[in-house]
Every structure is written in C-alpha cells, then in structure tokens.
C-alpha cells in the first residue's frame, strides 16, 4: 500500500516492513503492538505491552533467519522445523507434534504451514481498528488455511480467528492449535501460573530420564502433581532455571478454556482464552533449564501453553485406543478464534472471559 495513510496515534498497522529479508506484518495501539513474520508462518515473534516495555513471546537462541538463504546440514524432520523455530506463536495445522506419515506424506516435526510463506493483506485500517489477513495452501497436506489478526483502538486484546478448510475429496485428519511460547525477561520463577479446574496426564516417555518435573506416566487434578521422587508440584509455579528440569503434560476437561501468567515484580500478564468445544487439550511444555543437548542444551528458560484440538501426532489418550486427531469431510472448513490478552496485575487472576475480560486476583 504505496499510499497508506501513516497515522501515529490510535491504532496503527503496516505492511511494508521487512525483518532479516522476511516481509513483516507489525500492528499496534496504545497498548500494544505486534509483528508478524508473513514469509515464515505467519509467526506472532513479538507482543509487546508498551506502557511496561514487556515483550511475552519467548525467542529461541538463534531467533529469526531467513531461511531461504539457509541450507540444513540434513533432512531430519525434527531438526528442520526445529532450526527454523523462532519461538513466539504459530498456528500448527494440519499437523501437530512428532514427526509422523501423513496419508503416505512425510510430515516432519508440528506442520509443513509454519516453514512456508504466507500471502498477507491488510483488510481493515481505521483509527478505531486493524486486521491483517494471512493465508497459505499447504503442500503435502490438502489444506487451504487463513488467520486473522485483529486489534482495537485502547485494547490489550488481540483477536485471532483461524479457519481451516480441507480441500481434498476425500476426509482428512487434523491435529490443529495454538503454539505460544513464553519466556525470558517475561518468564521467571516468581511468575503465577492460574488455570480453572482441569485432569492432567504426563505421557510415560515424553521427556528423557533425569530431567521431568512431572513423574511419566502419571495424572491428577489441578494444580497438584507428583514429581518423579514421588514430592508434591504445584503446577501454579514455575521451576527455577538452577532445577535443569524439561516436561511435557497435558491437560484436558477445563472447566473453562483460558489460561494465565502473571509477573508480579512487573506488574503484568499474559492470558489466553479459547473456544473449548474446538482446543479440547492445553500442552504445557517446560524447559526449565533442561532440555541436554540439541537444541536447547540446557540454556534456555520457556514453557509452552498450547491449546490443541488433538494429542500430538492424534494419538490416543493413555489407556485408549480411540485416535484424537479431528476429522475434516471434503470440503469442510472449520473456524476458531482465540484471544490473547494483556493485564495488569501483581497477584494472578481468577478469571478471563470469552470477551477477553480479566478478573485480577485482590
């Protein structure tokens, strides 16, 4: 947009941006602003809450690259998605967790969408409010996906709306959600972690010997788990870096779908609210200072709140038999909108409602 008119108050959004060769999509109000890297997944690589000059999306310690002036060394499936993850928030579609066969595809580690480029537009640019529209068609999978990125005029809401639809004429499996990832300044280990009420389980052998937080094979009820030495976890804190530890747990059957991370030395927050009957699983990932050799080496310091449709791969619930992936009929689309929020707030949160509205913690 050649001609765009370049306001500097209320909300303000452009396309013409270039981060490290990647086109960048950046959007922001009085509160906040967020870039969004259009040739690389449309990843959401920062959230900044200005007032606070706090950025809650976490970057991995190689970061942003432009990946077409890059070879990797090999064509490991986990290693290529990992090499260009930057951190931040993806949305993983079609495809989800290890790598996996694909209707005879080889998909490697999340989904094929995150390393692709996505066409941008901006669809909407008043002082009032701003939305970017992204889109790609995925090439081992049939699958045709857009996502929405909206803000307000005087709002620490940021709206995602995601919508899939599965080209082929046949059904087609999906395992979709939302993978953010928080971390350092933001993250420490005095930050609060609320959640409602929900079951957890921690796979019997996600994470290696030595380094969980979270006993494998074991479940419970939030906010109590058991670490491996048989000791209580409350799961609303956040293990110090000096612990080395790295997990993965899941939880499911929330009583409402929203979650929240509170820094109370700064004073604020991030939450995130969804809609449940579509992300009926949240992914909690943990590096903790674990995480030995590639490719975190023990260095880094993130967790992982990932509202998801399905189990990683659509595997089954432990004890089952029954596939979790979703799903899609010929020519099925399916759409889901998210909220991120940003808060102020230095004891936590008893609740974020569908609108994005925060109850804080007295």
Not at 41 to 57: N, R
Not at 234 to 243: A, C, E, G
Not at 253 to 259: A, I, K, M
Request: with cysteine.
């Amino acid at each position: 947009m050649h001609y765009q008119n370049e306001r500097t108050s209320g909300c303000r959004i452009s396309d013409a941006w270039t981060y490290r060769g990647l086109k960048t999509v950046v959007l922001e109000n009085e509160l906040l602003r967020v870039s969004v890297l259009a040739d690389k997944g449309a990843d959401i690589f920062e959230m900044v809450h200005k007032p606070s000059d706090t950025d809650f999306m976490w970057r991995t310690p190689w970061s942003v690259r432009d990946v077409s002036k890059w070879v990797p060394s090999t064509g490991w499936g986990e290693g290529v998605w990992h090499d260009a993850y930057i951190g931040g928030w993806q949305t993983i579609a079609p495809t989800g967790g290890q790598p996996q066969q694909y209707a005879g595809a080889d998909i490697g580690q999340h989904t094929e969408a995150t390393l692709m480029p996505w066409d941008a537009q901006i669809v909407e640019d008043t002082p009032e409010r701003i939305s970017a529209k992204f889109w790609v068609r995925t090439v081992r999978t049939p699958f045709w996906i857009e996502k929405t990125i909206s803000l307000e005029s005087g709002s620490a809401v940021l709206t995602v709306e995601d919508s899939l639809t599965n080209e082929a004429e046949e059904p087609a499996e999906v395992e979709w959600g939302q993978h953010v990832a928080l971390g350092e300044p933001f993250l420490t280990a005095d930050c609060i972690f609320d959640l409602p009420g929900a079951s957890h389980f921690t796979p019997a052998d996600e994470i290696a010997a030595g380094s969980a937080r979270i006993k494998p094979g074991s479940s419970g009820s939030w906010p109590n788990a058991e670490a491996p030495d048989g000791s209580p976890v409350d799961l609303r804190t956040f293990s110090p870096k000096s612990d080395r530890l790295a997990d993965y747990m899941v939880f499911k059957d929330l009583q409402e779908s929203w979650y929240s991370v509170t820094n109370p030395e700064r004073g604020v927050g991030f939450g995130l609210v969804w809609p449940g009957e579509t992300f009926k699983y949240l992914w909690y990932w943990q590096v903790f200072g674990g995480g030995s050799g590639y490719p975190w080496y023990n260095r880094t310091y993130n967790v992982g709140l990932e509202p998801f449709t399905s189990l990683a791969s659509g595997v089954p619930e432990p004890g089952s038999d029954k596939r979790t992936a979703v799903v899609f009929q010929p020519g099925e689309t399916r759409k889901a909108t998210v909220k991120a929020v940003v808060f102020e707030s230095s004891n936590g949160v008893e609740r974020i409602g569908v609108d994005g509205g925060v109850t804080v913690r007295s």
